[in-house]
């Protein structure tokens, strides 16, 4: 299995984080079922006090640093979700928190950002000139920099999902993971398949600026230019110095789709119409993912809802197009 990461330190991470992030519930989606003609159930990660999976990991990552190291702050780059949980965390904890972020990023997460008490940065176009600043800061005032994804403590954080959809739905054949920097999937797959290898775990990618999905198919990390999507929190790069979610992505995902926005669309907007959920365009993929198939066997397929993190002028202008 995988030289980073065991199945120990997922569990010691499960047990740390209670108390911030909660157990998320498993829910059986009979129109989803009766759609695709498999079984299929929904992870909300929605419910999570920040709207988003991400609290898992920040939360590890965060109390996983010394007091001292907590006692300088910390600082963090995102598009949104990651920040968010950052900030939430410091919070709960007494601790200052910086997040560093690209123009790109809504306006609703920016506001939500400073509502928690965060010191927000806006840093160029994208999350590499964020994350470039990120790193000045840790050199010149000492904060601890609490990555997105690329960091053991944070993959094993994620991967306490893949524990919980083990104790909620033991029968699963197939997961499908919104698939951006490769935190969540790493540490999903890992623990999935740790358990049984015949799992099979899928990434779902919107089909504008899917940078781990090309880089795979290129054999290394690389740098995409960022495009407008309603998936805007899979937005990002890997990083050309890649320690950790490249190759365990590589090792522990069977198949990577890309969703279009039409379908991307039409899976929030599916969610929201039939169980009354507003989610991100992330979660809306991998729900796309699930409106293309029609043709099921009777699998049992979990589908990860990632966050519920959209504007209303998003939602309003989704309702637009019905």
Not at 276 to 304: T, Y
Request: glycine share 10%; net charge negative; aromatic share 4%.
């Amino acid at each position: 299995m995988s030289e980073f990461i065991s199945l120990r330190e997922i569990w010691k991470a499960r047990q740390r984080i209670t108390g911030l992030a909660i157990q998320t519930p498993l829910i059986y989606s009979n129109t989803l079922s009766n759609y695709t003609g498999n079984q299929v159930y929904l992870k909300l990660e929605n419910h999570q006090p920040t709207g988003a999976f991400k609290l898992r990991g920040a939360a590890n990552k965060i109390l996983s640093l010394s007091n001292e190291g907590q006692k300088r702050g910390v600082a963090t780059f995102s598009t949104g979700n990651h920040g968010i949980a950052v900030a939430y965390v410091a919070k709960q904890l007494g601790i200052h928190s910086v997040v560093c972020i690209s123009s790109r990023v809504p306006k609703g997460k920016v506001n939500r950002l400073k509502e928690l008490g965060a010191e927000v940065v806006v840093v160029g176009e994208n999350q590499d000139d964020a994350e470039d600043y990120c790193y000045r800061l840790e050199q010149e005032q000492g904060v601890s920099v609490i990555k997105p994804f690329d960091d053991l403590d944070v993959i094993a954080g994620q991967g306490t999902i893949g524990l919980e959809v083990l104790d909620q739905c033991p029968d699963i054949d197939e997961i499908l993971i919104p698939l951006s920097g490769g935190g969540l999937l790493s540490g999903i797959g890992y623990t999935l398949k740790s358990n049984d290898p015949s799992i099979q775990v899928t990434g779902v990618s919107m089909e504008n600026s899917a940078v781990m999905h090309e880089s795979l198919k290129q054999g290394r990390p690389i740098k995409i230019a960022e495009s407008p999507t309603l998936a805007d929190s899979l937005l990002g790069g890997i990083g050309p110095d890649n320690q950790y979610t490249f190759q365990l992505t590589k090792q522990y995902m069977d198949k990577s789709v890309l969703i279009s926005e039409k379908a991307i669309a039409e899976g929030v907007l599916f969610l929201l119409e039939h169980h009354k959920m507003a989610v991100e365009g992330a979660a809306g993929a991998a729900i796309g993912k699930l409106l293309s198939e029609k043709q099921g066997d009777g699998r049992v397929v979990v589908a990860i809802v990632s966050g519920n993190n959209i504007d209303h002028e998003t939602v309003s202008e989704l309702l637009k197009t019905r």
